[in-house]
């Protein structure tokens, strides 16, 4: 097991990560993801990852947000991991799709309208070592936190 950075639970980090995603999905978006669709810190430094983007509605406000992240393809799903670097609570996006889960993502240039849904225990343990594979931080940041860091899978609709 890898030791949890010191600092990683001081209360400016999350806000440090929304402010770096808003600069990601600017970037993203006006590029197709040809700049921001690459993950390249930590385990991703040597094996860069591909990043989607995830439009989800906020629970409370009712407006639209969009979250640049890690993803793994399957099949016509794609699946995301609610990690937020192992910090000990859930990222917003996460609360956001169990209160909203009609959603879009969008790889590269492909948008696509789809429906979420967090994974049952059997799917998660299918496809975290998959998601490992992907990204090997994934390993250490659930190591970091006492939450079970959730999978979430999204559908077409």
């Known amino acids: 097991m890898e030791?949890?950075?010191?600092?990683?639970?001081?209360?400016w980090v999350p806000?440090?990560?929304k402010y770096?995603?808003?600069?990601?999905?600017?970037l993203y978006?006006?590029?197709?993801?040809?700049?921001?669709?690459?993950?390249?810190?930590?385990?991703?430094?040597?094996?860069?990852?591909?990043?989607?983007?995830?439009?989800?509605?906020g629970r409370k406000?009712?407006?639209?947000?969009?979250?640049?992240?890690?993803?793994?393809?399957?099949?016509?799903?794609?699946?995301?991991v609610a990690s937020q670097a192992g910090l000990p609570?859930?990222?917003?996006?996460?609360h956001?799709?169990?209160?909203?889960?009609?959603?879009?993502?969008?790889?590269r240039s492909d948008v696509?309208?789809?429906r979420a849904r967090v994974a049952d225990a059997d799917e998660r343990a299918e496809l975290w070592p998959r998601l490992n594979e992907l990204y090997a931080d994934f390993d250490s940041y659930q190591s970091w936190t006492d939450r079970v860091i959730p999978v979430v899978i999204c559908e077409p609709v």
């Not at 978006?29 to 509605?57: D, N, Q």
């Not at 956001?96 to 790889?107: F, I, S, T």
């Open 112 to 114: 696509r309208r789809m």
């Open 20 to 26: 770096m995603a808003k600069g990601n999905v600017w």
């Open 96 to 107: 956001n799709l169990v209160a909203h889960p009609e959603c879009r993502v969008q790889v």
């Open 61 to 80: 406000s009712g407006k639209e947000y969009t979250t640049p992240l890690l993803y793994l393809p399957d099949g016509d799903r794609v699946v995301f």
């Open 3 to 11: 030791t949890k950075p010191a600092g990683l639970d001081k209360p």
């Open 89 to 94: 609570k859930h990222p917003q996006w996460f």
């Open 29 to 57: 978006r006006r590029t197709g993801g040809r700049i921001g669709g690459t993950w390249r810190v930590g385990a991703a430094f040597r094996k860069p990852v591909k990043l989607a983007l995830l439009s989800h509605t």
């Open 15 to 17: 806000t440090l990560i």
